[in-house]
């Protein structure tokens, strides 16, 4: 099992800056992939952003390429997601997740591990 707990989530307005974290615990946190998602209201949950185990390589959604940065450090188990230039469509609950495709998925279906998400909220 892998707990995940998310945090960083907030109010801010459009063209404001973000920062999640996400804080895994349970099984070698370094043996996952790791990956965002988000879910508006009434929409389906989407991938946004995932990242290798080693860190390497990382993969965005077309709608936040140039703006997010995934990251992750091992010695401390957390995956992170930097948000510039929010704008209202960013707004959702994020959620963090684990898996273990190697190159990670961009399908939810494929992660193993879930928290329980962050609020985020961009006004206009």
């Known amino acids: 099992q892998v707990q995940l707990v998310e945090s960083g989530g907030g109010l801010v307005q459009a063209g404001g800056s973000l920062r999640l974290s996400c804080a895994a615990s349970?099984?070698?946190?370094?043996?996952?992939?790791m990956g965002w998602f988000r879910q508006a209201p009434g929409k389906e949950r989407e991938f946004v952003a995932a990242i290798s185990w080693s860190g390497k390589s990382a993969y965005y959604a077309d709608p936040v390429k140039g703006r997010f940065t995934i990251s992750r450090d091992n010695a401390k188990n957390t995956v992170n997601l930097q948000m510039n230039s929010l704008n209202p469509e960013d707004t959702a609950v994020y959620y963090c997740a684990a898996g273990t495709l190697s190159p990670p998925s961009t399908r939810r279906n494929e992660y193993d591990y879930w928290g329980q998400g962050t609020q985020v909220t961009v006004s206009s």
């Open positions: 349970g099984r070698t946190f370094r043996n996952y992939a």
